[in-house]
Nanobody
Framework: VQLQASGGGLVQAGGSLRLSCAASGFSFSDYAMGWFRQAPGKERVFVTGITRSGGSSDSADSVQGRFTISRDNAKNTLYLQMITLKPEDTAVYYC????????????????????WGQGTQVTVSS
């Protein structure tokens, strides 16, 4: 299993970025996926997740209305579109594969994700 995140960078507050996560080594469409982030000195936290079909998603309150998760099962790729970025969004962003089989839920728990990408740095300047 490999998850390769990309698309991070430095952006001014109010700007936008689109992250991608290329998946390989497993049947991508069989698993829910998520994005998490970790700021310096803080725990890794849930940002947003999506069911395996892409039909349902859930997000942390802090990013509601600004971040959108999507997936292309034909391309084995997960996306995170981020708009109206704020300095507090600065963190390393990780994509992750869920380890549960329920097709209807999006878990916020890091313990329910078993494979993680290497992370991509997002820095938002004020």
């Amino acid at each position: 299993v490999q998850l390769q995140a990309s698309g991070g960078g430095l952006v001014q507050a109010g700007g936008s970025l689109r992250l991608s996560c290329a998946a390989s080594g497993f049947s991508f469409s069989d698993y829910a996926m998520g994005w998490f982030r970790q700021a310096p000195g803080k725990e890794r936290v849930f940002v947003t997740g999506i069911t395996r079909s892409g039909g349902s998603s859930d997000s942390a309150d802090s990013v509601q209305g600004r971040f959108t998760i999507s997936r292309d099962n034909a391309k084995n790729t997960l996306y995170l579109q981020m708009i109206t970025l704020k300095p507090e969004d600065t963190a390393v962003y990780y994509c992750a594969r869920a380890n549960y089989r329920n097709s209807r839920i999006v878990s916020h728990r890091t313990s329910q994700y078993d494979y993680w990408g290497q992370g991509t740095q997002v820095t938002v300047s004020s």
